[in-house]
């Protein structure tokens, strides 16, 4: 696939509605967990277009899965009766869960092959823990220079596993592995985010007995036979933020559709406190210039953590933010602190604004501010978004490289964008 760049015209005011896609930390996992079903699955309010997912689409039809896409539906239908990844030849699909592929190529052929697990560079991103799944399970697993093989002839066996760390995708290999496992699987320090409660969700509608107690405890009655579901994926709460942050900062009036409220008490209660007051009804929310109580926005100090607080992946909305608010905000990230790449890029925009060190960020806010145009390179996810962000709100024509990075996770973004009367130029990367 060849890189893309944007060349984006600042200044451009939105107006209109726009609609949260599905959660791509949702879509993609429960694509994978399709792959135990016995039965086809049909997944609705699918984010079809998402980098991402067209990596996951190509391996799991590579491996012998037939899938219907329906990009005009935003629905994936998934017949997965005929795994293999014996006679693969290659392993460049780039995305980070790759090792959630396994349970289905187990389960329908007791052998996995798998790439790497890729996603964002944003500091140590480990997967020894999603190799103790599989060897508590029972499964022999292997690493090549290009490639990890996973090995249980005779399927998995459930186990119990205490993960050290609170991990969103080892929380969810044990979900789905123990869903095909013989017996009970418990899962000691999980994770519940409101995706893997999605997936929770999605396994329970399939026919997998799961018993949650607490916030952290899960038990798994595996099943041999999974008889699937058609199953709606939840809004992408990270999506939503971001268009809340961008109808601020544009200074427009959009009217942002299917907003989980249930899943950003606490990322829209921090908005609250920097001023900004919004239109709402159980699903929708309007941003206009009206938001501001003041007419300005606050200065903030946060800490990004786990859920029900905010997350990592929304940081630099609220570095964004923070560069527009009415003098020095800070933002600490305990999560990820190498997530801060990005502020070098954003910097071009905001000359001397941004003060960034690992864990910690400091804006100096200023509420006129307009960013000057500049070219720029992503880094990673979000903080591809941030820049595209910056570009549209500056002046003058702005240039991102390698905006596929933003790609991966906001679907139909440049579509999007010019439904709400703002044009994004997207073209091979010169
Ligand atoms: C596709 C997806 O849903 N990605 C999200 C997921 O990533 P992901 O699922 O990769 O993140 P985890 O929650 O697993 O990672 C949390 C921490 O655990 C460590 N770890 C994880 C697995 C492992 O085997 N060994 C290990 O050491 C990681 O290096 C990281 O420091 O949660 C992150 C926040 O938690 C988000 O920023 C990502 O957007
Ligand atoms: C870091 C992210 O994704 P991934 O884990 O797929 O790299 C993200 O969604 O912001």
Not at 98 to 123: F, N
Not at 149 to 172: D, H, K, L, Q, R
Not at 176 to 202: H, M, Q, W
Not at 314 to 319: A, I, L
Request: a negative charge; aromatic letters at 8%; one cysteine or more.
């Amino acid at each position: 696939m060849n890189i893309k760049q944007a060349s984006i015209t600042g200044g451009q005011i939105p107006t209109g509605q726009v609609r949260v896609s599905g959660a791509k930390n949702s879509a993609t996992k429960l694509l994978a967990a399709s792959l135990i079903c016995d039965k086809e699955v049909i997944l609705n309010n699918f984010p079809t277009e998402l980098v991402d997912a067209n990596y996951k689409f190509e391996y799991i039809q590579d491996i012998g899965g037939i899938l219907q896409i329906d990009r005009d539906k935003d629905q994936v239908c998934i017949d997965s009766s005929k795994l293999s990844s014996e006679n693969l030849t290659h392993f460049n699909y780039a995305f980070r869960t790759t090792y959630l592929l396994v349970p289905g190529l187990i389960k329908k052929d007791g052998k996995a092959k798998i790439p790497y697990p890729g996603g964002c560079k944003i500091g140590q991103r480990g997967y020894d823990l999603h190799m103790m799944v599989w060897e508590k399970l029972g499964a022999s697993v292997k690493e090549y220079e290009d490639h990890i093989e996973v090995i249980s002839e005779n399927g998995f066996v459930g186990t119990e596993i205490n993960f050290p760390i609170s991990t969103i995708g080892g929380t969810e290999s044990a979900l789905i592995c123990g869903a095909i496992a013989k017996g009970k699987t418990t899962i000691r320090n999980a994770y519940i985010s409101p995706e893997v409660e999605d997936l929770i969700i999605f396994l329970r509608a399939s026919g997998v007995n799961i018993k949650v107690v607490g916030n952290s405890f899960i038990e798994i009655e595996g099943q041999e036979y999974i008889q699937g579901s058609i199953y709606s994926i939840m809004p992408d709460r990270i999506e939503a933020l971001t268009w809340i942050v961008y109808g601020i900062l544009s200074k427009g009036d959009i009217t942002i559709l299917d907003v989980p409220f249930n899943t950003m008490d606490i990322p829209l209660k921090h908005l609250e406190e920097a001023g900004i007051d919004f239109y709402h009804n159980s699903k929708n929310i309007r941003i206009s210039n009206d938001c501001l109580v003041n007419g300005i926005i606050q200065p903030f100090e946060l800490a990004t953590g786990t859920h029900p607080g905010i997350i990592s992946d929304m940081q630099p909305f609220y570095t964004l933010l923070g560069l527009h608010a009415d003098g020095f905000s800070r933002i600490f990230d305990y999560r990820y602190p190498e997530r801060i790449k990005y502020c070098e890029e954003l910097s071009k925009f905001y000359a001397g604004r941004l003060i960034f060190e690992s864990g910690k960020i400091t804006t100096e806010g200023n509420n006129n501010l307009v960013p000057s145009a500049a070219e720029v390179t992503s880094t990673d996810l979000r903080g591809s978004m941030a820049l595209v962000i910056a570009a549209l709100i500056g002046d003058g024509v702005s240039i991102i490289n390698n905006v596929d990075m933003a790609l991966r996770g906001y679907n139909n973004l440049q579509k999007k964008l010019s439904e709400l009367g703002v044009e994004i130029e997207i073209s091979d990367q010169k």
